[in-house]
């Protein structure tokens, strides 16, 4: 059974840090490119970043641009996303998910990923 189990969500302070975590387990990502999103209450989920199956390149909403830094640990099979200076509206549940493609480009599509998590919630609140 494959699964994508995300952690590390919870409530910080504007201007604070988190560090989300997603394991995987039932197979091996590491020729996957992996990305996360986040659904805000009343919105829609939206793309937040993406990493190349081999870590080389990344990509990032303008939203989280400069903030944000995604990473993977492939022999842990695992991705994370470091938050830092966090804001109000940053606060929403945050998933994970694994692309469809073999060794596939980077997308901002929901529909090119294939496993997604359970999601994680980040409140961002003084």
């Known amino acids: 059974q494959v699964q994508l189990v995300e952690s590390g969500g919870g409530l910080v302070q504007p201007g604070g840090s988190l560090r989300l975590s997603c394991a995987a387990s039932g197979r091996t990502f590491s020729n996957y490119a992996m990305g996360w999103f986040r659904q805000a209450p009343g919105k829609e989920r939206e793309f937040v970043s993406v990493?190349?199956?081999?870590?080389?390149?990344?990509y990032y909403a303008d939203s989280v641009k400069g903030r944000f830094t995604i990473s993977r640990d492939n022999a842990k099979n695992t991705v994370y996303l470091q938050m830092n200076s966090l804001k109000p509206e940053d606060t929403a549940v945050y998933y994970c998910?694994?692309?469809?493609?073999?060794?596939?480009?980077?997308?901002?599509?929901?529909?090119?990923?294939?496993?997604w998590g359970q999601g994680t919630q980040v409140t961002v609140s003084s």
């Open positions: 998910a694994a692309g469809r493609r073999y060794r596939g480009g980077l997308s901002m599509r929901e529909d090119e990923y294939g496993y």
């Open positions: 990493i190349a199956w081999n870590g080389g390149t990344t």
